[in-house]
Antibody, heavy 119, light 113 residues
Framework: EVQLEESGGGLVQPGGSLRLSCAAS????????MTWVRQAPGQGLEWVST????????YYADSVKGRFTISRDNSKNTLDLQMNSLRADDTAIYYC????????????WGRGTLVTVSS | DIVMTQSPDSLAVSLGERATIRCKSS????????????LAWYQQKAGQPPKLLIY???TRESGVPDRFSGSGSGTDFTLTISSLQAEDVAVYYC?????????FGQGTKLEIK
C-alpha cells in the first residue's frame, strides 16, 4: 500500500521558517518525481514545487521562489520542503504528492500538514 | 501561465442523473509530438486529499468506477459522471501538466439535488 505522510507543519510567525517532511513507502520512491501542492483554507489547489527523481532538477512557483527549497533523500524515501521568510499568504495545508509513472499527473497523495503563518 | 477555468463553480444533480463539469485552458495542452492532452481530473472529498480520477484527458485511473469519464482535446475538456452516486459528492479539479507552472482549475463543487 502506498503511503505518504507529511510532518513538520505548525504555527509560525511571519518571517519565520519551517521544514516540512514527507515519508514515502509502498512504491519505488527513487523512480518518481515528487511535488508539493498547497491549499489555502477554503480555497483551491496550488502547485508549489517539484523535484525530479535524481534530485538535481527542481522547479518552484514564482510565489515561493527564493524562499522555499525542495529536496529529497532517495536512500531514506523522504521529501523535504524548507520554507523561509514565511508570509501570511503561505498559510495552507501542504500536500506531498508523487507523480504518475508515465506522465506528470499526481498519482499518490499524503493527507497533508497544516502551516499557519500568523503573529 | 496556463489558466484553467472550470464551469460551473457548483452543481446540484439528482442521484442517478448525469453530471457534467467543463474545463477550459487558456492555451492548448495537446502536445503535438505525442498527441496527448496533458490534462488530469481529481476528486477531493471533504477533509481528504485529492484523488486522481483521469489523466491524459480520458484515461481512467486504476480502480476508478467506469461512471467517470473524461473527454476533450486542445483547450476544452469535460468530466462526466454518468449516474451520480451519493459518494460522488466532492469538489472536482482539472489540472494541466503541459507546462510549468502546473495549474489547476478553481474547482467545481458537486452536490446532490
Amino acid at each position: 500500500e502506498v503511503q505518504l505522510e507529511e510532518s513538520g507543519g505548525g504555527l509560525v510567525q511571519p518571517g519565520g521558517s519551517l521544514r516540512l517532511s514527507c515519508a514515502a513507502s509502498g512504491f519505488t520512491f527513487s523512480s518518481h518525481a515528487m511535488t508539493w501542492v498547497r491549499q489555502a483554507p477554503g480555497q483551491g489547489l496550488e502547485w508549489v514545487s517539484t523535484v525530479f527523481p535524481g534530485g538535481d532538477n527542481t522547479y518552484y512557483a514564482d510565489s515561493v521562489k527564493g524562499r522555499f527549497t525542495i529536496s529529497r533523500d532517495n536512500s531514506k524515501n523522504t521529501l523535504d520542503l524548507q520554507m523561509n521568510s514565511l508570509r501570511a499568504d503561505d498559510t495552507a495545508i501542504y500536500y506531498c504528492a508523487g507523480y504518475c509513472s508515465s506522465t506528470n499527473c499526481y498519482r499518490y497523495w499524503g493527507r497533508g500538514t497544516l502551516v499557519t503563518v500568523s503573529s | 501561465d496556463i489558466v484553467m477555468t472550470q464551469s460551473p463553480d457548483s452543481l446540484a444533480v439528482s442521484l442517478g442523473e448525469r453530471a457534467t463539469i467543463r474545463c477550459k485552458s487558456s492555451q492548448t495542452v495537446l502536445y503535438s509530438s505525442d498527441n496527448n492532452n496533458y490534462l488530469a481530473w481529481y476528486q477531493q472529498k471533504a477533509g481528504q486529499p485529492p484523488k486522481l480520477l483521469i489523466y491524459w484527458a480520458s484515461t481512467r485511473e486504476s480502480g476508478v468506477p467506469d461512471r467517470f469519464s473524461g473527454s476533450g482535446s486542445g483547450t476544452d475538456f469535460t468530466l462526466t459522471i454518468s449516474s451520480l452516486q451519493a459518494e460522488d459528492v466532492a469538489v472536482y479539479y482539472c489540472h494541466q501538466y503541459y507546462g510549468t507552472p502546473h495549474t489547476f482549475g478553481q474547482g467545481t463543487k458537486l452536490e446532490i439535488k
